[in-house]
């Protein structure tokens, strides 16, 4: 009995479709990291457990995909673990590899590893998938792309100011509405000093990432289970717009100067954003905490503004990221861009543009098996000049044929019959007004490139 085919859970294929819009929603992307001066860079998929492990916090590291070590793997685990069903304490003697779980974490290891080759500054762009072992749903997948841009080797608040930017423009350039959200990891743990939770911070930052999901009351409720002021703590930890007269009106409030220097990080921030006008709403979240341990300044989060889906960007300043592989005093900040929830988004919006499937310009369609052999110098003829261009690859009625080029969104035909074939030419039909023509070749290319 032949086995039914299937994929793992949380895992797609892609249809031409789809491909043709995830490849707008890429070049869309890295179209504006390039207008702001960022380089390419690839990692390997594969990661070393020990570059991976205790940098997402402990929940991250229960989502981390672990590889098992070739061959017999058990051969060298010790007998006492195996019987102990311990995965925990199992898993450094069977697996030393993993699936990455982001693209910054690799990114300073390759920082780290090629600083001999870098010229700081060092601004890259990294394009491609990563991996987590979370429940699939809607928008969360356990494969999936992210579309990174970070800055190592300088501290400048500017670059910090230039990544709101590209999040304004690449949502912009989608049509997209989004709210862009920031936030300053000094800010958060002043207000965690200030309110009596200074030795529990940790465990402060991951109740208040919780708050959309298990709303105000809750995090209250848990805040005060860890021994400070909930109350004082949630007059902080609110929303407003990202403007001085916020700023200020906060800043009469905070009295713990570690976060009086992340509000004046955001102040210097907002000086080099004055000349910029953005399309989307840009706001200051007490309450955004990004979960991930290695913030350690400006803190951001995008979301839709007419969608329900969870965030689909973000990212922030991490300044120690680097000094947990041995290179100390390298500062970074980078954000990142959810590919796929993207793509679920403007699906949703019908935002895509019409153009992106028409991949295929020009279907060459012999009407006769003996115009095979000019149809396929035709098509090279077009080919040649920049024109995407198929053959239909027998003699077969035009209805046919003309289905094909409908059901791929080809936007012309030329049909290619016995007197077209005497004459020299081709009866070019444009399949979305219906109107035809006959031409010779060189009309065709001028025709479909004008």
Known sequence: MSQKPSIPQGTRDFTPLEMARRRYIFSTVERIFRE??????????????????????????????????????????????LEEKNSNRLIPHIADRGLR??????????????????????????????????RPQKGRYREFYQCDVDIVGSDSLIYEAELLCIYDRVFAAFNLPVQIRINNRKILEGIANQCGFKESFRSF???????????????????????????????????GALDKNYLSSLKERMHDVTGLKGLAELEEMLHYLSSYHAINEVV????????????????????ASNVQMGSIGGGGRYDDLTGIFGLKGVSGVGISF??????????ESDLFPDTVANSTQLLICPMED???????????????AGISSEVYP?????????????????????????????????ALKNL?????????????????KA
């Not at 396929?376 to 080919?383: G, K, T, V």
Request: proline share 2%.
């Open 338 to 347: 959810g590919a796929d929830r993207i793509y679920d988004v403007l699906l």
């Open 370 to 384: 003996s115009a095979l052999g000019k149809a396929f110098e035709y098509a090279m003829q077009c080919r040649m």
């Open 432 to 448: 979305q007004s219906g109107e035809q023509e006959i031409v010779d070749i060189e009309s065709v290319i001028k025709k479909i």
């Open 36 to 81: 702001f001066g960022f380089q390419q860079i690839e990692t390997p998929s594969l990661e070393n457990l020990s570059t991976l492990t205790g940098k997402y916090g402990d929940e991250g590291d229960t989502l981390l995909f672990k590889v098992l070590n070739s061959g017999d793997f058990l051969k060298k685990a010790p007998d006492i673990l």
């Open 101 to 134: 779980y982001d693209l910054t974490v690799p990114f300073a290891r390759y920082v780290v590893m090629h600083q001999n080759e870098i010229t700081f500054p060092f601004k890259r762009y990294q394009i491609q998938p990563v991996w987590r072992a979370d």
């Open 284 to 303: 200051f979240d007490g309450t955004l905490a990004r979960g991930l341990n290695y913030y350690t300044g400006t803190i951001y989060e995008v979301v």
């Open 205 to 239: 930052t991951v109740i208040i990432d919780k708050l959309d999901k298990i709303g105000a009351d809750k995090v209250k409720e848990e805040l005060a289970a860890l021994g400070g002021d909930a109350n004082a703590a949630m007059l902080l930890l609110e929303k």
């Open 394 to 426: 027998q003699a077969a009625k035009l209805k046919k044929q003309l289905t094909y080029a409908n059901n791929n969104q080809i936007a012309y035909a030329a049909i290619l019959g016995e007197q077209e074939l005497a004459a020299g030419k081709v």
